[in-house]
């Protein structure tokens, strides 16, 4: 105990350290209790957030605020519109088309395992292979009632949706254009002397704000590219490939290991073991490597600077703790827990002095 009470008394003893840690369980309480119900709000701030980047260059040049304001937020609607009515519209019909042909997908797999105990006897019995198809049998039909579950759920989706589409906008504009308002009143709410606080701030802001701007770009560039690599190569559902692909960027390492499997699936449901299909292999390979080796380091150099197992273990734990958006906002997370651990103060612990028997 007198360990523990000594950690506490060397750590939460300066008031920096205590207002820092206020922030950071405040924080944590309000999006476990309240994400839900505030989830718009934090949407649109974290938008406007991403926003304020174009803003700024635009006040650089002289341009009244309120006009910036607005040439960034008609430019993000026309953005929001073309996503919404031309791209999704399209990935919707091809994932629909997909869930088709799920059924003849499966038979494919399964006359493809039943031919393995015949090539293979030595490697494969027929008994594992029946276990196997069983097993997808069963997946298919969850698959199936998670549909139909879906299907039952979606007006509540469309509400929720039509909720977001009108809400969401109009925040956005406001968090822009009174923007300096909203952070002196925010200011006004909290201790004057917050050094540490905004020390942390500070280096987070410059790490995520660039980090989430370059893999927005990251994920455009990525889905384009396999969406008309894949359409020229006649791969069906591209446009849905493409989109998968891009947002897979989102996980480094296991995102790219991830998607290869769907690829090359879809690519041998089509192809089969042809030339074609080796092709959309290859060209998904180089797209990664590319991704890997020149467009990521290029839009996202020295922003992040985490060990790869730090941001497979983020994703991990943040993954598993707000499932989707901990998976989205894993890496920035791990920043923000990498910026706290460098700016917490650190006092030397005293010497020991050991006792020499003479």
């Not at 919404?84 to 399964?110: C, E, N, T």
């Not at 109009?170 to 004057?192: A, Y």
Request: glycine share 6%.
């Amino acid at each position: 105990m007198e360990v523990i009470r000594e950690w506490f008394r060397r750590n939460l003893s300066d008031p920096q350290v205590v207002i820092l840690t206020a922030f950071l369980i405040g924080g944590t309480l309000t999006i476990l209790y309240m994400g839900r119900i505030l989830a718009p709000v934090l949407a649109s701030v974290v938008i406007a957030y991403l926003l304020e980047g174009l803003v700024r260059p635009l006040e650089r040049c002289k341009l009244p605020r309120f006009a910036a304001v607005s040439i960034v937020f008609s430019l993000f609607m026309a953005f929001l519109l073309i996503v919404l009515f031309g791209l999704f519209p399209m990935i919707s019909k091809q994932l629909v088309q997909v869930a088709q042909r799920l059924p003849s997908m499966v038979d494919v797999v399964r006359v493809e395992l039943l031919q393995l105990p015949e090539r293979y006897p030595e490697f494969v019995s027929r008994e594992q292979v029946i276990g196997i198809v069983e097993m997808l049998k069963q997946e298919q039909g969850r698959l199936g009632a998670r549909a139909l579950s879906l299907t039952v759920a979606s007006l509540r989706g469309v509400i929720t949706f039509i909720v977001y589409l009108v809400l969401m906008p109009l925040m956005v504009f406001f968090f822009l254009k009174d923007k300096k308002k909203i952070l002196t009143w925010c200011s006004g709410l909290l201790p004057e002397d917050r050094r540490l606080t905004t020390q942390v701030w500070r280096d987070v802001d410059r790490q995520i704000g660039n980090y989430i701007r370059g893999k927005f770009w990251e994920i455009l560039i990525v889905w384009a590219t396999t969406t008309i690599t894949f359409y020229f190569l006649g791969l069906e559902f591209a446009m849905l490939i493409g989109f998968f692909v891009g947002l897979s960027v989102l996980i480094p390492y296991i995102g790219a290991t991830v998607m290869t499997l769907p690829v090359a699936l879809m690519g041998y449901f089509q192809f089969g073991w042809t030339a074609p299909f080796l092709y959309v292999i290859i060209a998904y390979l180089i797209i990664q490597l590319l991704d890997g080796n020149l467009l990521a380091p290029l839009l996202l150099s020295g922003v992040v600077n985490l060990h790869p197992v730090a941001i497979i273990t983020a994703v991990l734990v943040f993954g598993g703790v707000w499932g989707f958006w901990g998976v989205f906002f894993a890496i920035p997370l791990a920043t923000l827990v990498q910026s706290v651990l460098h700016a917490w103060p650190r006092k030397e612990p005293k010497p020991v002095e050991l006792a020499v028997a003479t």
